[in-house]
């Protein structure tokens, strides 16, 4: 999980590169939030792997489909995790990529 989140990453910060509407700076404080995941994730991984054993390519090639399976992972590892701090952390982390899944909606149906 925390190599998906670099994954989305990269194309949050070459849209916010590109972006016009608030100079990008919303879609580059997602990347970052995106960064802290992955690196959290990294030093504390979370006991519980999510159901959904692999992402497909389609989920991976670009922001929207990996959004949209980083909730469902999150939010799946929220429901069944072993303890307490880790359901908490992957809500919490559902959240943060759900807002992002949000921006990103928003950005398609502006443009």
């Known amino acids: 999980m925390p190599i998906l989140e ?3 990453s990269g194309p949050l ?3 916010a590169g590109l972006s016009t509407l608030d100079g990008g700076g919303g879609l580059q404080a ?4 995106a960064d802290l995941r992955s690196e959290s994730m990294r030093e504390h ?4 792997t ?8 389609k989920a991976v090639e670009s922001a929207l489909p990996l959004c949209e ?3 469902n992972c999150y939010l799946d590892i929220g429901d069944r995790a ?3 701090e880790d359901a908490d952390r992957a809500r919490e982390f559902a959240s943060q ?3 992002c899944l949000r921006a990103l909606r928003g950005r398609r149906l502006s443009t």
Do not use: C, G
Not at 45 to 48: C, D, G, S
Not at 50 to 57: D, F, L, S
């Open 30 to 33: 997602l990347s970052n939030e």
């Open 13 to 15: 910060k070459s849209m």
């Open 45 to 48: 991984p979370l006991l519980t």
């Open 82 to 84: 072993a303890n307490e």
């Open 69 to 71: 399976f980083l909730a």
């Open 6 to 8: 670099q994954r989305l």
């Open 50 to 57: 999510p159901r959904p054993a692999k992402a497909t390519q």
């Open 97 to 99: 990529v759900i807002h």
